[in-house]
């Protein structure tokens, strides 16, 4: 509120209403209307009780500038279900986001609020190369589930996504174990000639057990035989995915 004083048909000094339409115009305010007229003058009421008997109304809207701000975003892929660990990989970009602003707040404005300023548009994204999404969504490009020998990815391949608002996201591959066989060959060296071999089932990590083994070779010392070499049934190997997908084992005997 600007008030002015001076003497009945005096002009009324304009300096200082211009003075404050400017202020508030470089404050990011929009002059709307402006009801105070350039030749105006003093009337010939008596303004003795404080009362202003002359009110000129300048009306003022905020204005809208444009901001952009510039966000790295990534996802994060997880593999896991192997025993040995499989790196993680990430994919990532760079989003900018253009916006409109409040000239006087500051603040962004809300598409639910886009009415109440001329001039609005709505927020635009893009990449460094290209556009993103309306939404700042990007749909990376796909990266294949690195294979592993003895397992099997779900999925075998990962399309991620991320964006402005979810800049940090992660999915995950499981690597499911595969069916695998070891062979323990029992040979008699008294003759040179190998006994039955015994066949061992599990999967890919699980523990080999060696039960029907031991049974077997008791057994033979039942039937004479002696235990020259069991040295490679060690408690606690694991089903691994060798090169021909088997895992064998010798055990020596002799009468």
């Not at 001076?6 to 339409?21: L, N, P």
């Not at 305010?29 to 003093?42: G, W």
């Not at 003795?48 to 701000?69: A, C, M, R």
């Not at 999967?203 to 029907?212: L, M, N, P, Q």
């Amino acid at each position: 509120t600007v008030y002015l004083k001076g003497e009945t048909d005096g002009a009324m000094d304009q300096t200082e209403v211009q003075a404050q339409i400017a202020a508030l115009e470089k404050a990011g305010y929009v002059l709307v209307t402006n009801a105070f007229p350039p030749t105006a003058s003093f009337d010939a009421q008596d303004d003795g009780d404080g009362v202003p008997s002359q009110l000129y109304e300048i009306v003022f809207k905020h204005g809208v500038t444009t901001t952009t701000d510039t966000k790295p975003i990534s996802s994060t892929i997880i593999y896991q279900g192997t025993t040995t660990k499989v790196p993680d990989q990430v994919v990532s970009a760079e989003v900018t986001k253009t916006q409109s602003v409040d000239a006087v707040t500051g603040d962004e404005i809300l598409p639910a609020d886009a009415a109440k300023y001329e001039g609005y548009q709505a927020p635009k994204y893009a990449l460094a190369t290209e556009n993103a999404a309306a939404s700042g969504a990007v749909t990376f490009a796909p990266v294949t589930t690195p294979s592993m020998p003895g397992y099997t990815g779900n999925p075998t391949q990962v399309t991620a996504t991320a964006s402005f608002d979810n800049p940090t996201t992660t999915a995950v591959v499981t690597y499911t174990p595969a069916e695998q066989t070891a062979l323990v060959t029992i040979h008699d060296e008294t003759t040179g000639k190998d006994l039955p071999a015994i066949n061992l089932a599990g999967k890919t990590g699980d523990t080999i057990s060696f039960a029907t083994v031991e049974q077997a070779l008791q057994a033979y010392v039942k039937k004479g035989y002696e235990v020259v070499s069991d040295q490679e049934l060690v408690a606690g190997t694991l089903f691994t995915p060798a090169t021909d997908d088997q895992q064998t084992f010798q055990v020596t005997l002799r009468h």
